[in-house]
Nanobody, 122 residues
Framework: QVQLVESGGGLAQAGGSLRLSCAAS????????MGWFRQAPGKERELVAA????????TYADSVKGRFTISSDNRKNTMYLQMNNLKPEDTAVYYC???????????????WGQGTQVTVSS
């Protein structure tokens, strides 16, 4: 069992920055790869970025490449998403999740946090 808690969401202006954190706990946490997803109203939940459990591999959605950076600190059991140059279309609820696979597929992720709202004003 893995528990995930996101924090760091809020309101930002276009062009601004936010940093999301995902604190993980659970006996088997270190066996998993991690990812950030987002879901805007009326839209499907989509992958934003993923990171391997070692931190050596990352992948990003095309829409955030060059603006967002995923990272992790295994000593703190925490994953981060640094979001720069935010755009109104980044507005969504952001979720962290873990998977036994380094994957871009939502169905591969089996534990999820409760989500944190990010709102970007123009």
């Amino acid at each position: 069992q893995v528990q995930l808690v996101e924090s760091g969401g809020g309101l930002a202006q276009a062009g601004g920055s936010l940093r999301l954190s995902c604190a993980a706990s659970g006996r088997t946490y270190n066996n998993y790869h991690m990812g950030w997803f987002r879901q805007a109203p009326g839209k499907e939940r989509e992958l934003v970025a993923a990171i391997s459990r070692s931190g050596s591999r990352t992948t990003y959605a095309d829409s955030v490449k060059g603006r967002f950076t995923i990272s992790s600190d295994n000593r703190k059991n925490t994953m981060y998403l640094q979001m720069n140059n935010l755009k109104p279309e980044d507005t969504a609820v952001y979720y962290c999740a873990v998977s036994p696979y380094f994957s871009q597929v939502r169905e591969d992720y089996n534990y999820w946090g409760q989500g944190t709202q990010v709102t970007v004003s123009s």
